[in-house]
């Protein structure tokens, strides 16, 4: 593991487009514009034994029953308070964070689906992986059923007028190149997601984004036109983004500065 900087760290790739290094929390208080928020929250388990392998720093889903300084539930606070009014959150999860973040969604920020009105809790969608055979993907441990894929949770703020039709449900090939990451992601379902609910000119922001793909997956969809943000607080996560960016062949070569860390 890197150290993480003591203070916020912006990286400027383009026009309107930054990678900063910092905590997820402090630098969602810096914006209050984000249209779509992509999170995959860097949560644990509270018996996440060895944090199932990841090097980066974990948090648990509440702070009050821990010392820990963050918490899934003080990100999920930042990104809504950092939306937009009717800007989505995008959230990724598992068998463990599903049911909590739903809840807490519903909690303080309402179920859209109770009363057909306001914000919160929207909808699970899902991102299941195929095997090369072209098969749902059955490679995860366990002897309970395969997941072979993750949940992710769909909200908004308040009252929306960003109507979309994509569906929250995507199925890709497994995502076998981590770029020197851990728990990386592939880009099409987010590509497919922020595509339809952006605008040319909005704001995406993605807290803990290690390589980005919801990022990526915007400069792939809108080019120069969209602005986005994201956020990690470990300098090798940029360093992972980089390398996708540059590796995936998705990125026009020249799109996007990638200077050299700190430089
Ligand atoms: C689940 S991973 C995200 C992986 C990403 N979806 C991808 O495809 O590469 C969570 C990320 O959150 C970062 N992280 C952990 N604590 C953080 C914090 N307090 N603020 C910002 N980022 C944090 C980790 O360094 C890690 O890159």
Redesign the pocket.
């Known amino acids: 593991m890197t150290m ?1 900087v003591d203070r916020p760290h912006p990286i400027s790739l383009a026009d309107g487009k930054e990678y900063v290094i ?6 969602l208080s810096s914006i209050d514009d984000a249209d779509v928020i992509c999170l ?4 644990s388990r509270p018996h996440r034994g060895g944090q199932f392998g ?1 090097e ?4 648990p889903f509440d702070h009050e029953h821990n010392d820990s ?2 918490s899934t539930k003080l ?1 999920v606070d930042a990104c809504m308070e950092a939306l937009n009014p009717g800007g989505w959150l995008i959230a ?1 999860a598992d068998d463990w964070l599903l049911p909590r973040l739903t809840s807490y969604l519903m909690d303080e920020y309402g179920d859209v689906n109770d009363d057909y009105g306001g914000g919160g809790y929207r909808k699970v969608g899902s991102v299941t992986y195929l095997s090369s055979d072209g098969t749902p993907d059955r490679s995860t441990p366990g002897m309970y059923g395969s997941t072979g894929g993750y949940s992710v949770v769909f909200g908004h703020k308040g009252e929306t007028e960003r109507r979309w039709s994509e569906s929250v449900r995507q199925v890709v090939p497994r ?1 076998r190149e981590k ?1 020197g ?6 880009i099409v379902p987010y590509k497919k997601w922020v595509s339809d609910i952006l605008n040319p000119d909005d704001h995406l922001v993605v ?8 990022a990526l997956g915007a400069e792939i969809a809108f080019g120069a036109s969209i602005r986005y943000t994201c ?4 300098p ?2 940029y360093n ?2 980089r390398r ?1 960016a540059r590796e995936e062949g998705t990125v026009e070569a020249d799109a996007l500065n990638l200077p050299d860390l700190l430089s």
Do not use: L, M
Request: charged residues 25%.
């Open positions: 993480a910092g905590d997820a929390v402090e630098v995959d929250d860097a949560w990841v980066y720093d974990t948090h300084a963050t990100v990724d995502q770029f990451w851990g728990s990386v992601k592939p807290p803990c984004a290690g390589t980005a793909p919801a956020i990690d607080n470990e090798d996560a992972a983004f996708r």
